[in-house]
């Protein structure tokens, strides 16, 4: 498909395991961002990728948290030692340009953690 | 980024317009409002941007007020599949990041 996918949909993960979520966005696509949605609230910030290059991790709630996009495309999120306070949708997105006003944010489904 | 406020919920008959309303009274020159929607268990889907002219596109129009302080976003003829949690972003541009900050949003349900 042409659209940004995830996986997997769904996690469950004991108290303290270590989890990777993964981001396949649409080719080409220049930034890729991470969000986390807590259940009734709006998506919020993580961080922000350039390329290669994270230019923005200033919403990572941890320094369990931690996300890399080593050749450019592809994205992993990974959150160490989970606690039950993770548990939220992890959404992807991702856009074709850098910077500029006009940057429509392509989402993918997202990836639902829970911790139990 | 300024701050948006939008009511919690509204509804709407099948077929007939949709006028959701955003406040953004502390928007500044540079500012753009972005409309996106969120469905049920999907990711959010961008819908239409304004600066400060009215915007239409084949999803929606965009009604921004002569002081930019608020907006309206309209669904000239809503269906069922248009029920979803509609957020109004303020948002610049020209920083390290286009991250967008999402409130709470508005529920929309539209009734048959």
């Known amino acids: 498909g042409a659209g940004v996918s995830q996986s997997p949909r769904y996690k469950v993960a004991k108290r303290g395991q270590d989890v990777a979520l993964r981001c396949d966005p649409i080719?080409?696509?220049?930034?890729l961002f991470w969000y986390q949605q807590a259940l009734g609230q709006g998506p919020e910030f993580l961080t922000y990728f350039q390329n290669e290059a994270q230019l923005d991790k200033s919403g990572l709630p941890s320094d369990r948290f931690f996300a890399e996009r080593p050749e450019g495309s592809v994205s992993t999120l990974k959150i160490q030692r989970t606690q039950q306070e993770d548990s939220a949708v992890y959404l992807c997105?991702?856009?074709?340009?850098?910077?500029?006003?006009?940057?429509?944010?392509?989402f993918g489904p997202g990836t639902r953690l829970t911790v139990l | 980024d300024a701050k948006t406020t939008q009511p919690p919920s509204m509804d709407c008959a099948e077929g007939r317009a949709a006028n959701l309303p955003c406040n953004h009274s502390t928007i500044s020159g540079n500012e753009y409002v972005y409309w996106y929607r969120q469905i049920h268990s999907q990711g959010p889907q961008y819908i239409i941007h304004g600066l400060k002219n009215n915007e239409t596109n084949e999803m929606a129009s965009l009604i921004i007020t002569e002081d930019r302080k608020s907006s309206t976003l309209i669904l000239p003829h809503a269906t069922l599949r248009d029920t979803a949690v509609y957020y109004c972003?303020?948002?610049?541009?020209?920083?390290?990041?286009?991250?967008?900050?999402f409130g709470t949003g508005t529920l929309l349900a539209v009734q048959p």
């Open positions: 972003i303020v948002r610049g541009y020209g920083g390290a990041t286009n991250k967008l900050i």
């Open positions: 997105a991702s856009s074709s340009i850098a910077g500029g006003p006009v940057d429509e944010q392509f």
């Open positions: 080719s080409g696509h220049v930034s």
